[in-house]
């Protein structure tokens, strides 16, 4: 029995020939890895429409992007590269970098509560991976601006949570999910990079090469 001809996935012009293939992007001649202590209310990109807060008023480093995000009202620790593959490499789920948070969260969730969350709660769009989750004590951190909502009756507890896939505000909806609210979210770990005493609103640089 013959076969039908393979067709060929490469993308063609309007008129039926192939396109030309594109080049990889060649790495920079200085590639550059930073890490930033991203302060609740700035978004994680550098221009905005509507001007808020965006990374163009802490970083004025040209040619580097940030290689992943972080919602508007959570904290912490952000990379930024003006390398492609290196974004790629933090960023990528197939690598399955560990990413880890600090959350306070609404109430104080029992063991079926946290079992639920190490299992990988469902979401609407699919199962989460499972996760790390230890209660910890209130850390040490700046003061929030603005300040979380406090109820005087509801306690808070400290969650450490470590997961390895990067969905939107992901974190706050795996504890919405088992009923613990997300109240302050502070990402304090990518992969081998750490926050540490990084203060609200400043960068440093890093050693890109660790990641290659």
């Not at 039908?4 to 590639?31: L, N, Q, W």
């Not at 209660?135 to 951190?141: D, Q, W, Y």
């Amino acid at each position: 029995m013959s076969r039908s001809p393979r067709k060929s996935s490469r993308r063609r012009r309007p008129d039926g020939r192939p396109a030309p293939r594109r080049k990889p992007t060649p790495p920079p001649a200085e590639p550059r890895l930073i890490a930033f202590n991203k302060p609740a209310g700035v978004l994680t990109q550098f221009s905005d429409a509507d001007g808020r807060t965006t990374l163009k008023d802490y970083i004025d480093v040209p040619g580097v992007y940030p290689a992943g995000r972080l919602d508007r009202d959570s904290e912490g620790l952000l990379l930024l590269s003006n390398d492609g593959r290196l974004q790629s490499r933090i960023t990528d789920p197939k690598h399955k970098l560990p990413k880890t948070y600090w959350a306070q969260v609404d109430g104080a969730p029992g063991a079926e509560q946290l079992e639920a969350l190490r299992a990988g709660p469902g979401l609407k769009d699919g199962p989460t991976r499972p996760a790390e989750v230890i209660v910890i004590p209130e850390p040490a951190l700046w003061p929030r601006e603005p300040p979380i909502r406090y109820r005087r009756n509801v306690p808070t507890t400290w969650l450490e949570i470590t997961i390895r896939e990067g969905r939107n505000r992901q974190v706050r909806r795996m504890t919405a999910a088992v009923g613990a609210p997300t109240l302050r979210l502070v990402r304090v770990r990518i992969g081998q990079w750490e926050l540490e005493s990084l203060a609200p609103g400043a960068w440093r640089e890093l050693p890109p090469e660790a990641f290659r």
